[in-house]
């Protein structure tokens, strides 16, 4: 095999590797692989082979086309270095910023002191601050709040829940236990073994405002489904303002922190202001196959809509119809005076089954009853 | 080039004219893909829109291997013992009331009950204990699975081995093709995608939709066949609920032939609409779009 493809397919690897995308030794290997598979080597061929070694999620595709094309245009006669000039972005990190979610499902087991989960952490965790509303604390404190919802997340996901308990002695007979049993019995299958039907989880999809203030909320909401994901729930997470991410992925990395905050200040378009209405209609033209009749769809945004009023409507309309239920969590309704007045508000309303606050850790605790019911 | 090379070359050619002959219109990618699938002994995951024809591409692979096609539909709460073995109960029941009378030992009963005449063989160790040409495995919506599953699938592709505690391992002699769709109802694990090669198969452009009528509902007129992709074309670009796939197409395109109809009016497009959109909001939002003449229906 031409040895300046080998050396254009490594290159291939390393720069999409640079820009994020999951690219191993084995891949890289399988790539050169693919290659000698192909047989001829026209440009056509060696683009649609790497692309299905190296390629594995549609997201994806756009990069690689990219890439690709830097990588393997006609080279100039001399370098082949100079085809590989792709800006790299590699953003700042700061790495005080950068909270692990995935310490958020594991400790705690040596803390936990048997009190009641049920009860609101008001008392044990930290007197006065379960209803004190998130945007009221310091950046100091924020920290420790999200320990504590965190903890009340892990409590949720740890309690067996009534709906699934044990039902006597099960309900379906476990007939290769009981074959075993009755072989000591001379073969009579006297006594009976059982197994449990296993809980079926609670599929939840997230929709969460990152515009202006109501990041700060939108990122409590996520985390505290994020610990919920896997045990109870299984949990699809998207952010918007002008435009729609999903972010699942994005949250199982260590630094999602930080990656939720470049993400925010990256889709931010202060002139254009919030598109809820055109965010929502993406997600169910795109993602609707996430909703379905048993799929809990929760949306976190005060409601500002810059768009047209009757898209937001007929977005809601039509994942109201699609879903289980479709709670609205306004982090304004926490303040006594509040009146859903805004046009976007007006639209989305009828649609909700839930209208609730998620502004502070009572409130947050309080939306299990919605979600997991 | 060298003849090996020569010989690979033919082979995706080849390929696609196969696929052709089984009626399925493939493209250069689906081809690439098959025949990466088939010389790097991976599985091939395919992603996609409903009705783009994921599950067909395994179908037609397995004719045109010449080999068995063996299927696992996944849903959820599916687990290892529906799709891999069980034990066939009752007649091990049956066996130990026939050999009551003749009282022979339990350790006798239980070596023979445990032997593979009572092993009910699932999708899974059908496809590993296959004999003769390797079959194809096709693992369908394997995103409606549970993320448990799916560990559990990951390791039986890796090494193609079963252990049945009571009869020991099974080994795949030959590895068999191992097709996964998926209609991303869930976001799959990175380890699995890790370990597939990928293909992504989006709506097809005009032509290729046309081909593909054209195949398949020989009845159509070349008007009608060209209306019905334009129409659904269109559509697909309009902000739907739920987009209309190929076998939509086919679907209305079948309707159509069978009411005779040899092109298309906006009172028959009205009421045969419900073979391409399924959800009432869109029906409702189409039919006025046309009814107000802004989406034009004879047109090509």
């Given at each position: 095999m031409n040895a300046d493809l080998v050396h254009r397919t490594v290159s291939l690897c390393r720069e999409l590797r640079a820009r994020g995308m999951t690219v191993t030794t084995s891949h890289a290997m399988d790539a050169v692989r693919a290659l000698r598979a192909i047989g001829i080597e026209s440009r056509e061929r060696v683009y649609l082979a790497l692309r299905c070694v190296l390629v594995a999620r549609p997201e994806d595709l756009e990069l690689f086309d990219e890439v690709f094309a830097a990588v393997f245009s006609p080279p100039p006669e001399d370098a082949i270095e100079g085809a590989v000039r792709v800006v790299r972005r590699s953003p700042p990190r700061d790495p005080a910023a950068a909270v692990s979610l995935s310490s958020w499902g594991k400790e705690g087991e040596e803390g936990e002191d048997g009190e009641d989960p049920e009860e609101v952490p008001a008392a044990s965790d930290a007197?006065?601050?379960?209803?004190?509303?998130?945007?009221?604390?310091?950046a100091a404190e924020l920290a420790e709040i999200q320990r504590i919802a965190a903890r009340i997340a892990r409590r949720l996901a740890a309690r067996p829940s009534r709906r699934w308990k044990a039902s006597g002695r099960g309900t379906r007979i476990d007939l290769r236990r009981t074959m075993r049993r009755s072989l000591s019995n001379?073969?009579?299958?006297l006594e009976l073994r059982f197994r449990r039907r296993k809980p079926r989880k609670t599929r939840i999809v997230a929709l969460c405002d990152v515009s202006g203030s109501m990041d700060l909320y939108s990122r409590f909401l996520l985390q505290f489904l994020f610990a919920l994901q896997g045990t109870v729930a299984r949990v699809e997470s998207f952010v918007f303002s002008t435009s729609l991410r999903h972010v699942t992925a994005l949250l199982r990395e260590p630094e999602y922190g930080e990656a939720l905050r470049s993400l925010a200040s990256g889709v931010h378009d202060w002139s254009g202001g919030t598109r809820i209405g055109e965010s929502l209609a993406a997600f169910n033209s795109g993602w609707g196959q996430l909703v379905d009749k048993r799929t809990v769809v929760v949306i976190l945004s005060d409601?500002?809509?810059?768009?047209e009023p009757a898209l937001l409507g007929e977005a809601m309309e039509t994942l109201r119809r699609r879903s289980r239920r479709l709670i609205w969590l306004n982090p304004l309704l926490g303040s006594p005076d509040y009146q859903p007045l805004t046009q976007g508000m007006q639209a989305a309303l009828p649609h909700v089954s839930v209208f609730a606050p998620a502004h502070n850790l009572v409130s947050l605790r309080a939306l299990e009853r919605h979600l997991l019911a | 080039m060298t003849s090996r090379e020569e010989a690979t070359l033919d082979r995706i050619a080849q390929l696609l004219e196969q696929l052709d002959r089984e009626a399925y219109v493939a493209d250069p990618a689906i081809a690439t893909s098959l025949h990466l699938a088939l010389e790097l002994h991976k599985p091939l995951l395919i992603e996609g829109h409903a009705g783009v024809g994921k599950t067909e591409i395994a179908k037609v692979l397995a004719r045109v291997l010449g080999a068995d096609l063996i299927r696992l539909q996944c849903y959820e709460g599916l687990d290892a013992s529906t799709a891999l073995y069980e034990w066939n109960y009752a007649r091990q029941l049956l066996h130990i009331r026939l050999q009551e009378s003749g009282g022979p030992g339990a350790v006798d009963a239980e070596a023979k009950i445990f032997s593979e005449p009572f092993l009910l063989k699932r999708p899974l160790l059908q496809a590993i204990a296959h004999e003769g040409r390797p079959p194809v495995l096709l693992v369908d919506e394997i995103d409606r699975s549970d993320e448990e599953f799916e560990a559990f699938l990951l390791e039986v592709l890796s090494d193609f081995q079963v252990t049945v505690p009571e009869l020991g391992t099974i080994r795949a002699r030959e590895r068999p093709h191992v097709i996964l769709t998926s209609n991303r109802s869930r976001e799959l694990s990175d380890a699995l995608r890790r370990r597939c090669l990928y293909l992504w198969i989006d709506h097809p452009p005009f032509a290729k939709e046309l081909s593909i009528v054209r195949r398949k509902v020989?009845?159509?007129?070349d008007a009608l066949a060209a209306q019905i992709v334009g129409l659904v074309q269109r559509l697909r670009a309009a902000k739907l609920a739920k987009v209309p796939g190929v076998s939509e197409t086919l679907d209305w395109a079948a309707a159509l032939v069978v009411l005779h109809a040899d092109h298309l009016t906006p009172e028959i497009v009205g009421e045969t609409l419900g073979c391409a959109l399924k959800d009432e909001g869109d029906l409702r939002k189409v039919r006025s779009e046309i009814e107000s003449g802004r989406l034009p229906v004879g047109a090509v």
């Open positions: 007197p006065g601050i379960a209803e004190k509303d998130f945007s009221a604390f310091g001379s073969a009579e299958p409601g500002w809509d810059t768009g | 020989p009845g159509a007129s």
